[in-house]
């Protein structure tokens, strides 16, 4: 299971990094559990990225109403947010591509960190989810231009 894990965790870092290089940007890949350090080398300007990979994200809750949810360790879900510094939440929906979904692309969520809303469950132990509520996942799906804006 742990092995699944750090599979899954590294599909969304490097999926991400594809996405982010092929717009022009340079990304600094780092050890597991790190940031990513983007960067565009026309304006030098630079961000941090927080990579989050669920294999299914999204939850269908009568209580809450539907969302999409990613757990994240107790000191991100602490840190105080900040100019320069995203959550990007890779949605696997569901696992890699088969025959029949050739076309096959996860959704990824772009959530400056200031804009982020975190949500405590307890089950035995403390676990911090970050989350993304279906109402509004249309302002974060795909919008990689968050990030090429706060990078000119």
């Known amino acids: 299971m742990a092995r699944n894990k750090v599979l899954i965790g590294v599909t969304g870092v490097h999926y991400v990094a594809f996405q982010l290089s092929a717009r022009g940007l340079k990304v600094r890949l780092t050890p597991p559990g790190a940031r990513l350090m983007v960067a565009n080398p026309g304006t030098g300007k630079t961000i941090d990225v927080q990579v989050k990979t669920n294999p299914n994200a999204y939850v269908k809750s009568k209580k809450e109403g539907p969302y999409f949810s990613w757990r994240i360790s107790e000191k ?58 279906e109402s509004d996942a249309s302002e974060y799906r795909n919008r990689w231009d968050r990030i090429q804006k706060a990078l000119t």
């Open 76 to 133: 991100l879900a602490k840190a105080q947010p900040r100019e320069g510094y995203f959550f990007v939440l890779v949605d696997l929906r569901g696992g890699p591509p088969t025959e029949e979904t050739r076309s096959y692309e996860p959704d990824v969520y772009i959530v400056p960190s200031e804009e982020l809303e975190k949500t405590d469950w307890k089950s035995g132990r403390n676990n911090f989810w970050c989350w993304v509520d």
